[in-house]
């Protein structure tokens, strides 16, 4: 019999593009999102076609026709059934997100899974083989369907995860039993709980692929499973023991630890309630599937869960910039190979593109060579990969690359008179349409562009320390830059996977204007005797992910204080004054962790802290949070940003503000504008003008 399957599903290639080759006779049904064929080996194909939308995802209209696809199966079984995607970006990206909004309570999302579920375990029961034809992107819901399959082949580059958590949220359509019995348990439940995606050879490896082939072998490979040819993934003995009760509660004591350090769970219930059901309910289907149920509608409604989905589409908001029509940027050359410039050229390499590195002091190339070369082995690339992304680095000792290169970034120290003479040198080199770019952090590009020419070439491209981890790139605008280079400038910053955060130039743009109040009110905290780590606590406590003392030390104490005199000449609105042991500390080369001493004594790159913290004083953290949050309503009422989504999204993948809380903005709203401006008001009648509130409050 599979000679005769495989003789038709070889015959001719159809409409299913390049994915699928088949004998379609027929096609049956008329939906807005599937679409149902037949061949004349009596195989089925299930296409997966999201009306007017370049990805799938799983919305409530989708479930309910594939229900009635299922039906329309039931009274006529194929042999077997083939379920794919024709859309470029994958099998499917999960759940509709805008759809969570628009929920009202758990009950409405109760019946809205228990729907999902009906519609999954009918496809699970059909009565002839079905097999799940993988390529791109299968996320979330979307790996569910998958896993309601009784096969699943993969076509290489295809990746898979479960990025629920990410969103505040488990998976909610039968995934988490479907995936802990499939799989190693343990295996599936780190997936899970991390949120990671995994590319196709780990998820042969892990079992949730049953193959990896070519699309060229697929024909086959789909007719052998639908003879069940295919010998089925199992996780065999090792997996029956730890689904054991008392092994489900010995793993879940290590699991909670080990969520907890990342994710404490007053602030991110959702490892949590995932936990709990494996331990409760692992390797029982029936109990652990409606449980499942219960746990995702109470998540769905929680603040965090609420709030994290705000971020996601802040996100989206932020990618969508990036989307131009621009001529997108080959060749990068970088000035200034310290620690900013080297890591900056580093990325942009290790992200495909060509990048030239100029700096005088040849040991400075050869450290940022050497800090690209230990990027590739933390994101575990083959031999292979780190010699391509080594080769693209190209150290530059006679700053040749001007001439080359599409976009050309300065990154030398944060003095205008030494910027403006990087300028006078390469303006005449540029090509005609590159950009200049500087990374200053806080410098107004009207200054830096005096000496300019063309100064409509100029923009600031300001990225974050470390390069390779923080994703945000304020992307500065000045009155005379063309909206060419501005526009290419958003489609190189989404090329380097990297999100935009257009801003005005203005003394220390968003996120150093925002930043630097905070950090410099600790070291005033820490001037009236409140212990450093008492103060870190605080802020931890809140949600940040490190508190402002170490903060200050991992930044360096010289760019706080060089960015704090900035911003105390420039801005008509006080800042706290900069203690005086703080310049005494930057004289005496104490900058911080790159020092090993600052405002800690550091060993092996980790802060040493003392293992017992005293009470802050109650006002601690407004006295940290309110100058931040006025910072943003400031930059707001003079439109350095243009809204508050942009602001929150900024300060989150800026500055790692506690991203469940919404970011600051979102913040402000849940403890309300005017407790706010009255906050502030009562700070400063204590503490000085440096909290008095921004007009905008009274707006709001």
Not at 395 to 407: H, I, K
Request: proline share 6%; with cysteine; charged share 25%.
């Amino acid at each position: 019999m599979t000679g005769h399957i495989l003789k038709a599903l070889s015959a001719r290639e159809t409409e299913y593009g390049p994915f699928a080759k088949t004998d379609i006779s027929t096609e049956t049904g008329d939906w807005n999102h599937w679409r149902l064929k037949r061949g004349d080996n009596d195989v089925a194909w299930l296409l997966f076609d999201k009306k007017d939308a370049k990805a799938n995802v799983l919305s409530t209209d989708v479930l309910q026709e594939l229900g009635s696809v299922i039906d329309e199966l039931k009274r006529d079984p194929p042999q077997g059934l083939v379920l794919r995607s024709p859309k470029p970006s994958g099998f499917c990206m999960g759940a509709d997100i805008s759809e969570f909004s628009r929920v009202e309570s758990e009950s409405d999302v109760t019946e809205i899974l228990s729907g999902g579920h009906k519609i999954l375990d009918q496809l699970e029961a059909l009565r002839f083989p079905t097999v799940a034809v993988i390529h791109g992107a299968c996320l979330g819901g979307g790996l569910e369907l998958a896993l309601a399959c009784n096969y699943r082949l993969g076509t290489p580059g295809a990746r898979l995860g479960f990025p629920e958590i990410q969103l505040g949220l488990h998976p909610g359509l039968g995934g988490t039993d479907r995936f802990t019995q499939l799989c190693d348990p343990i295996e599936a439940m780190t997936l899970m709980l991390t949120g990671k995606t995994i590319p196709h050879d780990k998820a042969k490896k892990l079992g949730l692929l049953d193959q990896v082939l070519e699309e060229r072998h697929l024909g086959a490979a789909i007719a052998a499973a639908i003879d069940n040819e295919i010998d089925k993934s199992s996780h065999g003995i090792r997996g029956m023991v730890l689904s054991t009760r008392p092994a489900r509660q010995f793993e879940t004591r290590q699991m909670r630890a080990q969520t907890a350090k990342k994710a404490p769970p007053e602030h991110y219930p959702a490892p949590g309630a995932l936990i709990d059901l494996w331990e409760k309910h692992g390797g029982h289907a029936k109990a652990m599937r409606k449980a499942e149920i219960e746990s995702f509608a109470n998540l769905m409604m929680t603040e965090t869960s609420r709030n994290l989905v705000k971020v996601f589409f802040h996100r989206e908001k932020m990618k969508g910039l990036t989307k131009v029509q621009a001529e997108p940027v080959r060749f990068v050359h970088v000035i200034g190979a310290g620690e900013m410039g080297g890591d900056i050229a580093g990325w942009c390499a290790f992200q495909g593109l060509s990048v030239s590195l100029y700096d005088m002091d040849p040991d400075k190339i050869a450290g940022a060579v050497a800090k690209l070369s230990g990027l590739c082995e933390q994101k575990h690339t083959s031999d292979r990969e780190r010699r391509a992304v080594l080769d693209r680095l190209i150290p530059d000792f006679g700053n040749q690359g001007v001439g080359r290169a599409d976009l050309v970034i300065e990154a030398v120290p944060e003095k205008v008179e030494i910027k403006q003479k990087v300028y006078d040198e390469v303006e005449p080199r540029l090509k005609a349409d590159a950009i200049l770019a500087t990374n200053t952090s806080s410098i107004p590009l009207e200054q830096l562009r005096e000496t300019l020419k063309n100064p409509e070439r100029l923009i600031g491209l300001h990225f974050f320390n470390p390069v390779a981890k923080m994703p945000l790139v304020e992307v500065v605008k000045q009155d005379k830059a063309s909206e060419k280079a501005l526009e290419r400038a958003y489609g190189f910053v989404g090329q380097i996977d990297r999100l935009p955060a257009p801003v005005a130039t203005a003394p220390g743009f968003l996120v150093n204007r925002a930043l630097t109040p905070y950090l410099i009110e600790a070291m005033v905290m820490l001037d009236e005797g409140i212990k450093a780590e008492s103060i870190d606590k605080v802020a931890e406590d809140f949600g940040m992910p490190m508190g402002p003392i170490e903060l200050a030390d991992q930044v360096g104490l010289d760019i706080c204080l060089s960015v704090a005199d900035m911003l105390q000449d420039r801005l008509d609105t006080p800042m706290p004054d900069v203690p005086g042991w703080l310049r005494e500390k930057v004289a005496d080369g104490k900058l911080g962790k790159k020092t090993g001493e600052g405002l800690y004594q550091w060993e092996k790159g980790k802060a040493e802290k003392e293992e017992k913290v005293h009470k802050a004083p109650n006002d601690t953290l407004d006295r940290l949070m309110l100058p931040m949050l006025n910072a943003c309503m400031a930059c707001l009422s003079e439109n350095v940003i243009a809204d508050e989504d942009l602001v929150d999204g900024a300060m989150i993948f800026g500055t790692g503000f506690a991203p469940f809380r919404g970011g600051p903005m979102t913040y402000a709203h849940h403890r309300r504008f005017e407790e706010i401006r009255k906050k502030l008001e009562a700070l400063a009648g204590r503490y000085g003008d440096r909290f008095k509130p921004d007009p905008g409050w009274s707006r709001g």
